[in-house]
């Protein structure tokens, strides 16, 4: 089966362009994804030792890494490690609501662009939605720190209204961190979706509504079901990006806000201890795959769906 694959994939994409396919996706996928993944689970077993004792008697595999995620350092009086493990908890939490979020604001969207003719109009809603992601997403951040400032646009529009009185801090609420994660990732969940309902035949919509199905009943029963594919393709890139998010939440979050990914980047960066750093990273990695997966088995999504 193997080879019968290969001479078809060749003999459509010709010899050159084959190799060719072939070598950059295996660098791809080999060099630059499986290889620092096996690096930094290999990490997360070892002891944070001077460069000296690398390779050493004491340079040996241990749990101690994992373990301090869930009790913390000895002694511990609480018995657990409270602090990481709430900030574990609740940067899923918010991750996933993110992903709602965005599947609620962009689904609309989609459907416009996939059921419309492709006029004038749609091209310009397309480029509008392009056009602020060619400004660098650090200076996309910091603009909307500004914008829900104590004198950004929207409390001073609030003021000028009449509406309130004294300035909502939305940075120490995290509407700002909600609003930003939202709108870093919201192309990633409008394009699969577009992609899946541009190919819905519409003459199914149009008989659904010739027998007198509502759009309620329109969207639940044809269109969502055909886009499912699309919508978990989407949902899967904005909850993973969002729980792997470092400079959205070190722009947008408030003073008690903390993301896990703020702790692992401490570890890595001013703690200077990547074992233990690694091992944090490897239980957002391992935690997001199993989340997702658990998903797309619970809407019965299979793997070979999401890459049609």
């Known amino acids: 089966m193997a080879n019968g694959f290969l001479k078809e994939f060749f003999k459509r994409n010709g010899a050159g362009m084959g190799w060719f396919l072939i070598i950059a996706v295996g660098f791809w996928v080999i060099v630059l994804i499986i290889l620092p993944q096996i690096s930094m689970l290999d990490f997360s077993f070892r002891h944070q030792l001077s460069p000296p004792e690398m390779g050493g008697p004491k340079d040996v595999y241990t749990l101690r890494n994992y373990e301090y995620l869930v009790f913390g350092a000895d002694g511990n009086p609480d018995g657990y490690n409270k602090t990481d493990l709430m900030v574990f908890g609740k940067t899923l ?7 709602i979020l965005d599947l609620v604001l962009c689904y609309p969207i989609a459907y416009y662009l ?3 003719k492709g006029g004038g109009m749609t091209r310009v809603f397309v480029l509008l939605l392009i056009i602020p992601y060619w400004i660098n997403e650090i200076l996309r951040a910091f603009a909307f ?3 829900f400032g104590d004198s950004g646009v929207i409390n001073e529009f609030m003021m000028f209204m009449g509406l309130i009185d004294n300035p909502i801090d939305f940075v120490r609420q995290n509407v700002a961190l909600y609003a930003g994660l939202g709108y870093a990732y919201i192309l990633l969940m409008i394009f699969p979706i577009y992609n899946v309902i541009e190919s819905l035949d519409r003459n199914q919509i149009e008989a659904a509504r010739d027998m007198g199905a509502s759009w309620v009943k329109i969207h639940l029963r044809i269109v969502i079901p055909y ?5 978990s393709s989407g949902c899967t890139m904005v909850f993973m990006l969002t729980a792997g998010a470092l400079a959205a939440p070190q722009i947008l979050g408030g003073p008690s806000s ?3 990914t703020q702790i692992i980047y401490q570890w890595f960066n001013q703690g200077g201890n990547w074992p233990q750093g ?4 490897v239980v957002l990695l391992i935690t997001c795959i199993v989340i997702v997966l658990a998903v797309m088995r619970l809407f ?8 049609k």
């Open 300 to 307: 019965k999504v299979n793997m070979g769906d999401i890459g």
């Open 258 to 260: 903390l993301w896990f």
């Open 145 to 147: 720190r500004i914008i």
């Open 227 to 231: 886009a499912k594919p699309g919508i």
């Open 93 to 99: 939490l918010a991750a996933a609501f993110i992903t």
């Open 114 to 116: 996939g059921q419309s």
């Open 278 to 281: 690694s091992a944090f990273a």
